[in-house]
T-cell receptor, first 111, second 115 residues
Framework: KNEVEQSPQNLTAQEGEFITINCSYS?????LHWLQQHPGGGIVSLFM???GKKKHGRLIATINIQEKHSSLHITASHPRDSAVYIC?????????????FGKGTLLTVNP | EAGVAQSPRYKIIEKRQSVAFWCNPI?????LYWYQQILGQGPKLLIQ????????DSQLPKDRFSAERLKGVDSTLKIQPAKLEDSAVYLC?????????????FGPGTRLTVT
């Protein structure tokens, strides 16, 4: 079983719809990251959170440490939100900080 | 602030050839990572440097992959000889650890195609 599971793998939405992407994990973490990757592009960090909820523009990320679950929400989705969204876990072993990545969710927002 | 720079952006080689990738991290970032991302999967850590020392290279195929970070700044990743299954995007990232939480900054990646 993978340490990080994302769902859905693929998601197609119409412009304006509310989007939810889920991430479940099975290990202890220091923090959870939500990342965005556009086709052919590098990866951009959206959120890094260890508890509660964070909001940036139309993006909201929540985490429930007890349930080992996080969600990324996009309100009023737009075609420019089309990208792969990746959940990643920070774990620490001494001074060595590692990221473990999910496989990503491919989001396509149609106009 | 300049981001993480990588070159080349694209490379096509034949199997059994050699290839090298270059990464320049954000100024002052002590930690540098090389990831391999195969199509449809999340990135996989190949090697992590702290300054110019290797912290983790447990998933680096050492029979064909090598990496160095001279003077604790720029880094190169080499594949010699390449195999078809090495076709992937190679991502470089850097970070400045602060307390127990950190954020990695990624470069644009190098897309390698091995034919």
């Amino acid at each position: 079983k993978n340490e990080v599971e994302q769902s859905p793998q693929n998601l197609t939405a119409q412009e304006g719809e509310f989007i939810t992407i889920n991430c479940s994990y099975s290990v202890g973490i220091s923090a959870l990251h939500w990342l965005q990757q556009h086709p052919g592009g590098g990866i951009v960090s959206l959120f890094m959170l260890s508890s509660g909820k964070k909001k940036h523009g139309r993006l909201i990320a929540t985490i429930n440490i007890q349930e080992k679950h996080s969600s990324l929400h996009i309100t009023a989705s737009h075609p420019r939100d089309s990208a792969v969204y990746i959940c990643a876990l920070s774990s620490s072993g001494g001074s060595n900080y590692k990221l473990t990545f999910g496989k990503g969710t491919l989001l396509t927002v149609n106009p | 602030e300049a981001g993480v720079a990588q070159s080349p952006r694209y490379k096509i080689i034949e199997k059994r050839q050699s290839v090298a990738f270059w990464c320049n991290p954000i100024s002052g970032h002590a930690t540098l990572y090389w990831y391999q991302q195969i199509l449809g999967q999340g990135p996989k850590l190949l090697i992590q440097f702290q300054n110019n020392g290797v912290v983790d290279d447990s998933q680096l195929p050492k029979d064909r992959f090598s990496a160095e970070r001279l003077k604790g700044v720029d880094s190169t990743l080499k594949i010699q000889p390449a195999k078809l299954e090495d076709s992937a995007v190679y991502l470089c990232a850097s970070s400045l650890p602060s307390r127990s939480l950190y954020e990695q900054y990624f470069g644009p990646g190098t897309r390698l195609t091995v034919t």
